[in-house]
């Protein structure tokens, strides 16, 4: 089978046969069906969060249960599902206090797989899955049954993008009806806080991105303002805000850079929610005096701070019955080959979510 595959930090990645090995137990084999670009996928191809290579890419994924292992109860062979990139060990200390997205099990970059290329070499997998391939074996754990129905680009996109975008504002942020929000960074994750805000009645949803050929995807996915991010901003999130910033500030380009620009956008009392992967080397320099008079939150939500297991499904049905609409979120659809083409244009800022349909 076929799988994008990145062999060192900076080259482009290609597409590979490489060799599965059979499920062993408590693994499922799954078909890939559509499968999305992430930056975080930018970000092992680049080397920014220094996986081990060579390295199957892809995290945001969405098909069909092909075989199971010994001791699987959990899905069936048919079985539609969602691939689970932080599947929760469920006997951590975090996981035991309710947290399962900051689990001690879970997080590492890359991970050996079983699988190796048509060589015989051994491969790593991004964060336990390797989804932009053909097929993938993955613990059981790892993957969440939706209904068959759910169509398999949006039951992809609800894997990573979706659930982090508005867990962020739902469950991290709380953002509450009548809060001012600003978004900075328009991806697929950044567009997925914009629509997340403005069905939880926050007005205005500032839509910040770099490029302007963003604004249309802004105003699609709910955004009530788009602004350039330049140095007007700080001036015209207040126009928008009765002098005071924002509410929420959601920062979705994982960096330093934006993170001040949403530090700075938001409202004494406020909060800045870091929803971006940023590289250990980017350092965020605040005064201390900013922090105290200030009195603005700053935290991270990792996973939009979600029990997959718990939240994954009842998003699947928010998209069945219509209460969320996906189609905003996706600008590209394309092949496996022409995945390195869309981690390009993601490279460029370009677009919103590519999903790579199998
Ligand atoms: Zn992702
Ligand atoms: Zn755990």
């Known amino acids: 089978m076929r799988a994008l595959v990145a062999r060192a930090a900076g080259t482009p990645p290609r597409v590979e046969e490489i060799v599965l090995p059979a499920p062993g137990p408590a693994q499922v084999r799954v078909a890939i069906r559509a499968a999305g670009v992430c930056h975080s996928d930018l970000s092992m191809v680049n080397g920014t969060l220094a996986p081990t290579y060579p390295l199957v890419l892809g995290h945001e994924a969405a098909g069909v249960v ?7 109860d959990r899905v069936r062979l048919g079985d539609h599902v969602v691939l689970n990139w932080a599947p929760p060990c469920r006997q951590c200390w975090y996981c035991g206090r309710g947290e399962p997205w900051l689990c001690a099990a879970t997080g590492a970059p890359s991970v050996p797989s079983g699988s190796t290329d048509a060589d015989g070499a051994p491969l790593h997998v991004t964060l336990g899955l390797g989804a932009l391939a053909e097929e993938v074996v993955v613990a059981a754990n790892a993957v969440i049954p939706v209904p068959a129905e759910l169509p398999f680009e949006a039951a992809a996109l609800l894997g990573c993008a979706v ?47 770099l490029s302007a050929a963003k604004r249309d995807l802004a105003v699609a996915a709910g955004a009530t303002d788009f602004l350039l991010s330049d140095d007007t901003l700080n001036r015209s999130v207040r126009t928008r805000t009765g002098g005071r910033g924002v509410d929420h500030a959601f920062e979705c380009a994982g960096r330093a850079a934006t993170i001040r620009l949403a530090w700075r956008a ?5 909060q800045v929610t870091v929803v971006g ?8 320099e605040l005064g201390a005096l900013d922090i105290f008079h200030s009195a603005r939150i700053l935290r991270s939500s990792v996973y939009g701070s979600s029990d997959p297991d718990r939240d994954l499904p009842e998003l699947a049905r928010a998209v069945l019955d219509g209460s969320i609409d996906l189609g905003p979120l996706i600008s590209d659809r394309s092949t496996l080959d022409e995945a390195p083409a869309a981690l390009d244009r993601m490279a460029r800022g370009e677009g919103a979510r590519s999903v790579i349909l199998f």
């Open 163 to 209: 659930l982090t975008g508005i867990g962020a504002v739902r469950r991290t942020a709380g953002v509450v009806p009548g809060d001012a929000v600003a978004v900075i960074g328009l991806g697929g994750v950044g567009l997925s806080v914009v629509a997340a805000a403005r069905a939880a009645g926050a007005d205005p949803v500032i839509a910040v991105d």
């Open 66 to 72: 092909l075989a199971v292992g010994a001791d699987v």
């Open 266 to 270: 938001t409202r004494r009392g406020g």
């Open 277 to 284: 992967m940023g590289g250990k080397d980017d350092v965020v």
